[in-house]
């Protein structure tokens, strides 16, 4: 799983570091995305380590070459793990659409844990 990227914005890190340094993501049977920072039981998933935080995916979910976790505020503080760029999984690898702005959070930058 070495050719996995995972990109994490500055809000998103801050706000996965600050919950316990851990982000969650599972695949509804409708092929939803779904993120929390405590696990769901019962799943093996696999494990990524961007900095400063893990990120632990169901591995129902087929693997793309690229997570983007990205922070919203409304309707209240969450992290959105973005499948190769876009919001939902396909089983055909055929990410679902999503708007032109979802993973854009002006001002932020890719974020770096303090030290």
Not at 25 to 37: D, N, Q
Request: charged share 20%.
């Amino acid at each position: 799983m070495d050719d996995v990227e995972v990109e994490v914005d500055s809000q998103a890190g801050e706000y996965v570091a600050s919950h316990g340094g851990r982000l969650y993501v599972t695949a509804s049977s409708a092929g939803l995305v779904h993120e929390t920072t405590k696990p769901k039981p019962g799943i093996q998933y696999a494990e990524f380590r961007p900095a400063g935080i893990t990120l632990y995916v169901d591995p129902a979910i087929e693997r793309p070459t690229l997570w983007r976790l990205v922070f919203h505020r409304f309707p209240m503080p969450h992290v959105r793990a973005l499948w190769n760029g876009s919001r939902g999984f396909s089983p055909t690898g055929n990410p679902a659409f999503v708007s032109e702005w979802e993973g854009l959070s002006p001002g932020s930058a890719p974020w770096t844990p303090d030290k």
